[in-house]
T-cell receptor
Framework: NAGVTQTPKFQVLKTGQSMTLQCAQD?????MYWYRQDPGMGLRLIYY???????DKGEVPNGYNVSRLNKREFSLRLESAAPSQTSVYFC?????????????FGPGTRLTVT | AQRVTQPEKLLSVFKGAPVELKCNYS??????LFWYVQYSRQRLQLLLR??SRESIKGFTADLNKGETSFHLKKPFAQEEDSAMYYC????????????FGAGTILRVKS
């Protein structure tokens, strides 16, 4: 099993450009998440999807949109990239419920916006 | 609001010395506390969670509700423990969303 996969691994964008970060998991998890990691700030939740067909905002959703394409895939879109969105983006997945389930993380996408 | 505080950005210790990575949280509900670790060039992974009350790689963490702390401890640090450590909190009542602390880099010197 590949676990959680993300594409691309690296990306450089110019201000105003758009792009979609792809995430897929093969663990049959219902819940999926998008985080951004910035120095001194840890990981912050951008959006999450508790189940196929549902998405909800996290702590820092502005400037982003998401799509839960099916149970396996959860994409993150930047419609008009800004330098403040330079970050490392992580996708994660987990079982759903109130059991404090482990989240499994992808390898990350390093995005630079110039 | 939920908040996780890790006061140290960097903790540097010698091999064989005890390690304590501090974590304090702010939450009035019923939190679940976790420690995640990111080794160099590896993805973030779960180290341990408070409900398991287990020891992983020699690390332990006890939830102290009175002090709202969940400090990570190891009696004798090893060089392979060098990594970024994140303390995280989730709320049982609202699913599995995690709130992370800023992280602490642990460097174990030989």
């Amino acid at each position: 099993n590949a676990g959680v996969t993300q594409t691309p691994k690296f990306q450089v964008l110019k201000t105003g450009q758009s792009m979609t970060l792809q995430c897929a998991q093969d663990m049959n998890h219902n819940s999926m998440y998008w985080y951004r990691q910035d120095p001194g700030m840890g990981l912050r939740l951008i959006y999450y999807s508790a189940s196929e067909g549902t998405t909800d905002k996290g702590e820092v959703p502005n400037g982003y949109n998401v799509s839960r394409l099916n149970k396996r895939e959860f994409s993150l879109r930047l419609e008009s990239a800004a330098p403040s969105q330079t970050s490392v983006y992580f996708c994660a997945s987990s079982l759903t419920g109130t059991g404090g389930y482990e989240q499994y993380f992808g390898p990350g996408t390093r995005l630079t916006v110039t | 609001a939920q908040r996780v505080t890790q006061p140290e950005k960097l903790l540097s210790v010698f091999k064989g010395a005890p390690v304590e990575l501090k974590c304090n949280y702010s939450y009035s509900g019923s939190p679940e506390l976790f420690w995640y670790v990111q080794y160099s060039r590896q993805r973030l992974q779960l180290l341990l969670r408070h409900i398991s009350r287990e020891s992983i790689k020699g690390f332990t963490a006890d939830l102290n509700k009175g002090e709202t702390s969940f400090h990570l401890k190891k009696p004798f640090a090893q060089e392979e423990d060098s990594a970024m450590y994140y303390c995280a909190l989730s709320d049982r009542l609202y699913g599995n969303k995690l709130v992370f602390g800023a992280g602490t880099i642990l460097r174990v010197k030989s």
